[in-house]
């Protein structure tokens, strides 16, 4: 049987076997000689093969652990003391033999694959500089502003492409419209995690960059119902990818003390991007083409996307589970510093040595080892979508219209403040509220503003009021929403879910995200002629009422953990 065992800087590997034990014992430079125990555990090897790593490249400088003994059961023990203090010297091999307990100098390891990361004491470790993180979370969140662009880009712009394009009667094929985008966007969203996990995360972004930008000039320049399809079919596999490698990615990259904050901004640019789409409609009322401007204009932070992350560094955690070390190295201190290269590939070492486990495949994710949190990851999405947050989104110009509002385009830019507004609140709260509250909290918020709609479009007595009452509650259901069942699900994926299944896990969560939204973006039209806007309010304020008992029963908390300790807890309660 395999084992290892790590002691504030030593890794002792090989076979257990009951016939001999080794215990490790660390002196400092100030003790040097008196022989101080910091940690100490026997383990019983049969093959006595050992690794030493105290080089500056896998702990930081100032770590002052650098001698080994190693005590057989026998009698016959051999001691590196003072004198033998590996000294800013490249790595080196140890090999100990059993019986008779001579210690062995092996040549510098040269190679990768001879490398085993070591965990330094702890009150040792760097702080993170966390500044140089926020310009690649900044490119990554271009990918977030173009999602949110996407699906807010038709709520002004529907009504004059369909009269362009001559399907002003026709809401079945604008209800294609707007959900082809959603369609490419499952397709995307499932394709982005095995693209992530392949190609990397930064190549994917740069691959992504490729529909993004074709769709986006054949919805600008689309003279037929069947190109602005196409057009629309392209951008959402774009934005699907992007919905499934922007929080991975944020999320791999940022800081455990603030990757709550990061994780929110991809939401926050989402919202912004929402905005941006329902501003740009503005002018929609002067110009009747305006509409293809305010497609083609998303190409450009498409192309802009591609370039930023030619020159980001790769997800540390990606390279590392390559085998790339050396590479994963260069992108920490990118990130982070040098200083804090040696605490996080030690944190990488012991989420990978507590789970050596290959990459899962799709049906491990249905395994009984996985389901329940993948379960979670699904419900979480699904009841985010089914809340009817986009059929706010897509068509809160027309409900606004409706209700008598006489500026509804503006209306509806007014609604995109408030989601950006929310989601900035949001992303202080995440690291301090928590993720569970901060979900219960939204969806309760979201139950009553939809009520409240509701009633504004049935109760008599309220329809002297019945514009104000909708943009009020519509207003106060966007700002529950951007509080926690916007930001929280994507940055709580990534977090709950194994490495081993996480970019594939966090695809089939987006995949029932962009399943949901398709169903809601190419029937709420439909529904609200069968039953009236008002039944249809209540059917989601129904919805959230339901998500906040699940959520209460079966979502944990994660905040102020860094993502291989959650793992560890993880696996642990389900062993």
Known sequence: MQAAVMYGGVVVKGSVNSNSTRQVVCFSRAQEGRKQKQLSSSIDFSSTHCQLLPSSSCMPRRTSCFGLRLDSSSSMGTELTSSSFFRSRPIVKALASGGGGDVEEGRPIKSDEDVNYVVPPPQQQGKASTGTVFPFVGVACLGATLFGYHLGVVNGALEYLAKDLGIVENTALQGWIVSTLLAGATVGSFT???????????????????????????????????????GRLLAGIGIGISSAIVPLYISEISPTEIRGALGSVNQLFICIGILLA????LPLAGNSIWWRTMFGISAVPAVLLALGMALSPESPRWLFQQGKFSEAEKSIKTLYGKERVADVMTDLTVASQGSAEPEAGWFDLFSSRYWKVVSVGVALFFFQQMAGINAVVYYSTAVFRSA????????????????????????????????????????????????????????????PYSGTLAVLGTVCYVLSFSLGAGPVPALLLPEIFASRIRAKAVALSLGMHWA????????????VNKFGISSVYLGFSVICLSAVLYIAANVVETKGRSLEEIERALNAAAT
């Not at 950006?420 to 709260?429: C, D, M, N, Q, Y």
């Not at 949901?516 to 529904?527: D, K, P």
């Open 192 to 230: 982005g995690g095995a693209l992530a996990d392949k190609f990397g995360r930064t190549r994917t972004f740069q691959l992504d960059a490729i529909p993004l930008t074709i769709g986006a000039l054949l919805c600008a320049t689309a003279h037929s119902v069947q190109t602005m399809i196409i």
């Open 404 to 463: 008598g509002i006489a500026s509804d385009v503006a209306a509806s830019a007014l609604v995109g403040a408030s989601n950006v507004f929310g989601t900035t609140i949001a992303s202080s709260l995440m690291d301090r509220q928590g993720r569970k509250s901060l979900l219960i909290t939204s969806f309760f918020g979201m139950a009553a503003s939809m009520l409240l709609l509701s009633l504004s479009f049935t109760w008599k007595v309220l329809a």
């Open 278 to 281: 329902l501003v740009a409609g």
């Open 516 to 527: 949901a939204n398709f169903v809601i973006g190419l029937y709420f039209l439909s529904f």
